[in-house]
Nanobody, 123 residues
Framework: QVQLEESGGGLVQIGGSLRLSCEASGDTFSINAMGWYRQAPRSQRELVAGISSSGKTMYADSVLGRFTISRDNAKNTLYLQMNSLKPEDTAVYFC?????????????????WGQGTQVTVSS
């Protein structure tokens, strides 16, 4: 089993930045792809960004150029640097990890799931 714990969320003004972290523990050797999803009230869960164990990345069009996903495999930690934040970025952000490839994350398929951290962007 793998446990995921997110941190770094909070309240930020429009145009500001936040850095989310997700620390994995347990059977971390089994993890390949990792990613960040978000879900706003009355909206479907959306894959924001994903990264493979080799560092291949993918982003949703809505965050391309503003968000950067990275991972430190030695620390078993996933990051999401969010810049130029907009009100529509407001959501609960979840970390996910999977034994398979990024393709599974794009299909909303994953083995492990964190509790989420709230990000609120306001004026």
């Amino acid at each position: 089993q793998v446990q995921l714990e997110e941190s770094g969320g909070g309240l930020v003004q429009i145009g500001g930045s936040l850095r989310l972290s997700c620390e994995a523990s347990g059977d971390t050797f089994s993890i390949n792809a990792m990613g960040w999803y978000r879900q706003a009230p009355r909206s479907q869960r959306e894959l924001v960004a994903g990264i493979s164990s080799s560092g291949k990345t993918m982003y949703a069009d809505s965050v391309l150029g503003r968000f950067t996903i990275s991972r430190d495999n030695a620390k078993n930690t996933l990051y999401l640097q969010m810049n130029s934040l907009k009100p529509e970025d407001t959501a609960v952000y979840f970390c996910a990890a999977d034994k398979g490839t990024l393709v599974r994350l794009t299909r909303n398929e994953f083995d492990y799931w964190g509790q989420g951290t709230q990000v609120t962007v306001s004026s």
